[in-house]
Nanobody, 125 residues
Framework: VQLQASGGGLVQAGGSLRLSCAASARIFGSWHMGWFRQAPGKEREFVAAISWTGTTTDYADSVKGRFTISRDAAKNTVYLQMNSLKPEDTAIYYC???????????????????WGQGTQVTVSS
């Protein structure tokens, strides 16, 4: 398994969750990482991305100021800290890795190199 996502669950509106994506060392060392989500009946959408150096991050407008993406080189893991959660954040969250950062930020799903399995996040009102 190249990418392994975890950390989803059920939380009340206003609460917090932290998602983790454990990557193989080969991928983590030089690939840009990101999070995407897919709500029922909707297309998968970009949430956040972080460059392989960790110096650049980008967020979807809908999560700016509430979500934070980070990476821990010692653990080969990327995190998505989600605060002030809203019912509209309910979705399956996927982590992904890609060699081209812009491709990830632009949400070009079919062009991404690696996908992890999803983890369900449910926010109750």
């Amino acid at each position: 398994v190249q990418l392994q996502a975890s950390g989803g669950g059920l939380v009340q509106a206003g609460g917090s969750l932290r998602l983790s994506c454990a990557a193989s060392a080969r991928i983590f060392g030089s690939w840009h990482m990101g999070w995407f989500r897919q709500a029922p009946g909707k297309e998968r959408e970009f949430v956040a991305a972080i460059s392989w150096t960790g110096t650049t991050t980008d967020y979807a407008d809908s999560v700016k100021g509430r979500f934070t993406i980070s990476r821990d080189a010692a653990k080969n893991t990327v995190y998505l800290q989600m605060n002030s959660l809203k019912p509209e954040d309910t979705a399956i969250y996927y982590c992904a890795a890609n060699s081209v950062y812009a491709t990830m930020v632009r949400g070009r799903l079919r062009a991404l190199d690696y996908w992890g399995q999803g983890t369900q996040v449910t926010v109750s009102s």
